[in-house]
């Protein structure tokens, strides 16, 4: 989890909204302390801390704002100053599909430079456009073979060479031929240097005149916390068309340094690396940034990935809409989920999901489990899979046929069933005449909650419409604008759960 420690504090010091009854100067001011101790202990810039905290007082007058509103107040001073305070006021290159967009990487020795750029050409890849990559890193042995291999791992073309030793010469024949093959993404590796700004801006140069790249990214390493600063400068007045990463954010608490200080020299920031696996980067926006940092997910970027990976869940709604949950629906969701990527990145972006989030962690544990309840649905028959699993789980020797089929174990099929059970019971309340989505669209009908697709469409005005209807949410929606932001979802869902 990236900043997980200056999370967790935020999210703490934030909390204490929904703890206290009375919002007063006193209160205010020891929340403001929390806050900025978190940021210093994240290694951001006493200035911009200074800066962050005046500008907060500067929005809380006390004076004018009545008590019942202080709380919400309070919380949208704060996270609008924590989102300028990441906000680099300039937004990266777009690429285009259709015509070759030549990306070059520079960056210091060790900084992650090579690793990011097998990440960037997946991360192109899987949203349709053709990538290859350049490797005119000659200067360290091994680059080459380390591209290389990460390339073929990931299936990205990649062009190299083991006897030229001229950077230059490499990447302009390697972008050539790329874009003779008509790729659309053309990302170049270049060469780190130790410490030598000097040496390392040169050859940008130079590759740069070769190459004429569309955009320029320099790689920066989060442990450099607020001396990023100093490098993404010198970046910013040798390449006008540069963006940076910042790489290692998932295991340096100086992560918050690094990225406002990149912001503070308003150096457009494209992506954050948060760990060692090729899916491993996320797209930075500064708003989805803080929000995921305090728990509050990122409805925008899941809808996104959704959106990107072509996620449909029609058949499914129209099964849960008859009261219906099938072996195959569930086999379909858990398919969709890991195609927008590792468990607790997604996790992450469903509001209150946080804290599960943190605790699936980047492990690849849980998408290595999730894998293997894949293979359990490979070794089910086509009839097996369109039922709700009732009869096969009282057949033991398909059971045993399945686990063995899928080189899983009796427990793992019977776990499966079990979550098939539950999902299947809940298809049952929310489907039928009498069940929730019936009811919503009534209400709908009666108060008009969104447009079309009830939930889907307009998930608030649905959630407004059912919370006339049911005290319950309407208690949890109250809470929530006491507390100015989401619920805890879990305790939502909790809470929910049992009145359909
Ligand atoms: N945890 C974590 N490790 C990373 C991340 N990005 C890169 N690394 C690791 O950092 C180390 C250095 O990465 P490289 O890609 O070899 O670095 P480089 O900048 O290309 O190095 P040079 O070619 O010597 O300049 C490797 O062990 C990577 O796995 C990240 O976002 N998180």
Redesign the pocket.
Known sequence: MVLADLGSRLTDAISNLSKTNVVDQEFVESILKEVCNALLASDVNVQLVVGLRKNIRAKINLAEIPQHSRKRAVHKAIFDELVALVDCKSEPFQPKKGKSNVIMMV??????????CTKLAVWYQRRGFKTGLVCA?TF?AG?FD?LKQNASKAQIPYYGSYTETDPVVVAKEGVQRLKKAGFDIIIVDT??RHQQERELFTEMQQISAAVKPHQTIM?LDASIGQAAESQSTAFKESSDFGAIII?????HAKGGGAISAVAATNTPIAFI????HNY?LEKFAPKSFIQKLLGMGDMEGLFDQIQTFNIDQKETMKHIQKGIFTLRDLRDNMTNIMKMGPLSKVAGMIPGMGQLANQLGSDGDTDYRMKRVLYIFDSMTEAELDSDGKILASEPSRIMRIAKGSGTSVKDVYDLLEQQKIMANMAKKMGGKNGMLNRMQQAKAAGGAGGPGGLGANPMAAAQAMARNNPEIARAMQQMQNNGGMPDMQSLMKMMGGKF
């Open positions: 960056g210091l020795q060790g900084s992650g430079k090579t690793t990011t890193d360290r680059a380390q060469s780190g790689i790489t290692k954010m998932d295991g690396g948060t760990g060692e491993d």
